[in-house]
């Protein structure tokens, strides 16, 4: 053999062991997706068979990336007896995703950016809260008892209990809370209760029974009558913006299209809080599944001079 030829098989084997080395280096420095990661650790396997009860290994072992609040076998051991195995029932399925989707936040969110927020949107849709005292971190009610495990596809907080996300829709939550009987009667006269109670999502900036007692008297007593039905409707859509808007996605100057058609004037201040229009918001975030309600001390009174935005 040349000298050429023998040159040229040490730079190939050479070339060749360097790539190898490479790759080896490689595949020990690549993390599992999430999903490989949980089954891995040993210590969820409950949560892996929910997640494989609901067809959602695939979505978390896609490319995200994710943040996964991810409960423990003992913290699934904390809901009453029986439960987790009536969730994985197959006629359980759409109520086991819910659950399963609000452990998980788009985006890959490390603990030191956990803390910095006091809420993260899930991708259920609704939003969990997140509590930070004395360094110590809680999600709802869950206590993060481990940060920051790495996954190729996002990361993982381990928490202690099963976060649970609402399961009354946007007018059963309002009947629940007391306060929206004249709006709950206004919604079943112009016949939007139905609408109302549809996917959606929704926002409702929803005033309170105060609130339409402000009006002027005898004024709720006229819009529900049949003749009226369109006029009352006209006012109850302009209460309503399609899609989720939560409180930390209002903007000051921020101009809302409702379903009425007409824009919602957001103001934002320092001392006096949220308005819509002229109403005051003063309580805001409640979730629902298919939606969010803010409570209004104002019943919101579309105008001429509220153009549609096209």
Excluded: W
């Excluded at 819509?276 to 019943?299: C, L």
């Amino acid at each position: 053999m040349s000298v050429y030829i023998r040159s040229i098989v040490t730079a190939l084997s050479v070339l060749v062991a360097t790539l190898s080395f490479n790759t080896l280096v490689d595949a020990k420095e690549k993390h599992p997706t999430i999903v490989e990661t949980a089954v891995q650790a040993g210590s969820f396997k409950t949560l892996v068979a929910a997640l494989k009860a609901t067809d959602l290994v695939k979505p978390l072992n896609g490319k995200g990336p994710f943040t996964v609040f991810a409960p423990t076998d003992e913290a699934f051991a904390k809901l009453p007896k029986g439960t987790v195995e009536k969730l994985l029932l197959p006629e359980n399925k759409g109520t086991l995703a819910a659950i399963l989707k609000y452990h998980v936040v788009p985006g890959k969110v490390m603990a030191k950016d956990v803390v910095k927020v006091n809420a993260a949107k899930t991708l259920n849709g609704q939003r969990v809260d997140v509590h930070v005292k004395k360094g110590k971190v809680k999600i709802d009610n869950a206590k993060v008892i481990k940060t920051d495990i790495l996954a190729s596809n996002g990361v993982i907080h381990v928490i202690d209990s099963i976060v649970m996300p609402s399961t009354l829709n946007i007018i059963q939550t309002a009947g629940k809370a007391g306060s929206f009987k004249t709006l709950a009667a206004a919604l079943k006269a112009a016949k939007l209760v139905k609408t109302i109670n549809g996917k959606g999502p929704f926002t409702v900036f929803a005033p309170t029974d105060n609130a339409f007692a402000k009006l002027p008297e005898g004024t709720v007593e006229q819009l529900v009558q049949p003749e009226n039905i369109d006029k009352l409707k006209a006012i109850l859509t302009y209460h309503v913006v399609p899609g989720r808007v939560f409180s930390s996605d209002l903007k000051n100057g921020m101009k809302a299209k409702t379903v009425h058609g007409y824009a919602l004037n957001i103001k934002i201040c320092k001392t006096n809080g949220v308005s819509i229009n002229n109403a005051k918001v003063v309580k805001a975030d409640i979730d629902a599944t298919n939606g969010v309600i803010h409570v209004i001390d104002t019943v919101l009174i579309p105008t001429a001079k509220q153009p549609a935005i096209q």
